[in-house]
């Protein structure tokens, strides 16, 4: 699994975005808009990162899915700024 392929699997568990979602036109708004706030000295929150999924996935939050969700802040935080 690649990094933005792992980054929107922990964002479909973390954030219940439908099966399809995110796909790799909205991984890379959601990307951008992340390393936007970090770029201003921001540390993007989990309210952060719900409202830019929710800006892109509008779906968001109508999914489960089953099992331990290891999809951190700080994980996504990585994956989203790693090049």
């Known amino acids: 699994m ?14 219940g975005t439908a099966p399809n979602e995110p796909t790799s036109y909205q991984l890379e708004k959601i990307t951008k808009d992340i390393q936007a706030l970090i770029a201003n000295g921001v540390t993007p929150s989990e309210t952060d990162w719900a409202d830019i999924v929710k800006r892109y996935c509008p779906n968001a939050g109508n999914y489960v899915y089953k099992g331990a969700d290891t999809s951190d802040i700080i994980t996504l935080m990585k994956l989203a700024t790693k090049k």
């Open 2 to 15: 690649n990094n933005d392929q792992e980054l929107a699997h922990r964002i479909k568990i973390k954030f």
